[in-house]
């Protein structure tokens, strides 16, 4: 019992630290009695997430490591993973070690409560759902792992296909962390339980939008446009040339649009985030630490030109350390805690779907 703990405790710091240092402030932050069912949902995503990314090996090889992952996560069978050459493929060294120690984060799974397994799985379910979408919705280019160019770019064609994926990736786990938190902490509050669960994902959707905004350069270069052609072709656009600068007049309206898009949901998640009862100023700053560093990435997005969008764009270490101390100081004075965010009028107004 004593190696199980220490083993635990090994993958929910030691591993975590190395595998984002961003979300481990946030886990760190939030209350002892949400930690382990939150971290170790997270590092099981990100282990998917790095089998899904190695385009060095072919999308089938993949896809098929997904499935034997998915298949242990949901108990369906015992019989040990061996990510060897996956993990080999990895730059990495926090990826490697995530492949590398796949077994003993299975091996913590069935440590937590009935609820606690049955919301961890259903998460994970649905973001591996998203993940295999879209292996195979970009497949056709990379059979051999990464043959996609910016010649050759498959687009999502409906809003209705990216907010379905941004829900798969990143929604559902706003939907989860509000479920954990509410058994955990909060079982007896009054509260709007369905407004409260939609604005939780729509918080994930507006970070995953804000990833999609942000990476759109890289995206392109490797054959992904994850803005739908039905909005593309309104304004005469095309994948291959969006990032022209001769393109700029007819883009970056669009491109706005997206960004306000984006706002929106985190207005909904700062909604979200003051529904939480006071008290609660762990879970507190783990929510607006996320939402305070997307809208500052969306004001460096929304003042850049096409030319500087094609670098990646990033909030400095100074601006990060500046949020969460500005927030810690915050945090129990709520007059300077509603100034901390405040979105734009036009992201307010553009709450609907962009068709």
Same mark, same amino acid.
């Given at each position: 019992?004593?190696?199980?703990?220490?083993?635990?405790?090994?993958?929910?710091?030691?591993?975590?630290?190395?595998? *984002?240092? *961003?979300?481990?402030?946030?886990?760190?932050?939030?209350?002892?009695?949400?930690?382990?069912?939150?971290?170790?949902?997270?590092?099981?995503?990100?282990?998917?997430?790095?089998?899904?990314?190695?385009?060095?090996?072919?999308?089938?090889?993949?896809?098929?490591?997904?499935?034997?992952?998915?298949?242990?996560?949901?108990?369906?069978?015992?019989?040990?993973?061996?990510?060897?050459?996956?993990?080999?493929?990895?730059?990495?060294?926090?990826?490697?070690?995530?492949?590398?120690?796949?077994?003993?984060?299975?091996?913590?799974?069935?440590?937590?409560?009935?609820?606690?397994?049955?919301?961890?799985?259903?998460v994970l379910m649905t973001i591996t759902s998203g993940q295999e979408l879209d292996l195979r919705r970009f497949g056709s280019l990379a059979k051999t792992g990464g043959s996609a160019t910016g010649q050759q770019i498959i687009a999502l064609e409906t809003a209705a296909e990216l907010d379905d994926y941004t829900y798969r990736v990143a929604g559902c786990v706003g939907e989860f962390w509000t479920k954990i938190c509410r058994a955990h902490l909060f079982p007896n509050v009054r509260l709007n339980e369905k407004q409260f669960i939609a604005d939780g994902i729509r918080f994930g959707k507006g970070l995953q939008l804000?990833?999609?905004?942000?990476?759109?350069?890289?995206?392109?270069?490797?054959?992904?446009?994850?803005?739908?052609?039905?909005?593309?072709?309104?304004?005469?656009?095309?994948?291959?040339?969006?990032? *022209?600068?001769?393109?700029?007049?007819?883009?970056?309206?669009?491109?706005?649009?997206?960004?306000?898009?984006?706002?929106?949901?985190?207005?909904?998640?700062?909604?979200?985030?003051?529904?939480?009862?006071?008290?609660?100023?762990?879970?507190?700053?783990?929510?607006?630490?996320?939402?305070?560093?997307?809208?500052?990435?969306?004001?460096?997005?929304?003042?850049?030109?096409?030319?500087?969008?094609?670098?990646?764009?990033?909030?400095?270490?100074?601006?990060?350390?500046?949020?969460?101390?500005? *927030?810690?100081?915050?945090?129990?004075?709520?007059?300077?805690?509603?100034?901390?965010?405040?979105?734009?009028?036009?992201?307010?107004?553009?709450?609907?779907?962009?068709?």
């Amino acid at each position: 019992m004593l190696a199980m703990s220490e083993a635990r405790t090994e993958l929910l710091t030691d591993l975590l630290r190395a595998t *984002s240092r *961003s979300f481990y402030l946030t886990l760190r932050v939030l209350p002892a009695a949400v930690r382990p069912q939150i971290g170790l949902a997270y590092l099981l995503a990100r282990t998917t997430d790095t089998i899904a990314d190695t385009e060095i090996l072919p999308v089938t090889q993949r896809l098929d490591a997904l499935q034997k992952l998915r298949e242990r996560i949901l108990g369906q069978t015992s019989v040990p993973l061996n990510f060897g050459e996956l993990a080999r493929q990895q730059g990495s060294p926090a990826e490697k070690l995530l492949l590398e120690k796949a077994e003993a984060g299975l091996a913590i799974l069935p440590t937590l409560s009935p609820e606690d397994l049955k919301l961890v799985r259903e998460v994970l379910m649905t973001i591996t759902s998203g993940q295999e979408l879209d292996l195979r919705r970009f497949g056709s280019l990379a059979k051999t792992g990464g043959s996609a160019t910016g010649q050759q770019i498959i687009a999502l064609e409906t809003a209705a296909e990216l907010d379905d994926y941004t829900y798969r990736v990143a929604g559902c786990v706003g939907e989860f962390w509000t479920k954990i938190c509410r058994a955990h902490l909060f079982p007896n509050v009054r509260l709007n339980e369905k407004q409260f669960i939609a604005d939780g994902i729509r918080f994930g959707k507006g970070l995953q939008l804000v990833n999609i905004l942000r990476d759109l350069p890289a995206d392109l270069k490797n054959g992904r446009c994850y803005l739908p052609t039905q909005r593309l072709d309104e304004v005469k656009l095309w994948p291959e040339t969006l990032l *022209s600068p001769a393109n700029a007049q007819k883009f970056l309206p669009l491109y706005r649009d997206y960004l306000d898009k984006a706002e929106a949901h985190l207005t909904a998640g700062w909604r979200y985030t003051n529904t939480l009862p006071f008290g609660q100023f762990r879970v507190r700053l783990g929510c607006a630490w996320p939402i305070l560093l997307g809208a500052k990435t969306i004001a460096k997005l929304r003042a850049a030109d096409v030319t500087q969008l094609q670098q990646r764009v990033k909030v400095s270490r100074g601006e990060v350390y500046g949020i969460l101390f500005g *927030s810690l100081l915050a945090c129990p004075l709520p007059f300077a805690w509603r100034k901390l965010y405040s979105p734009a009028a036009k992201a307010i107004a553009s709450g609907g779907d962009l068709a």
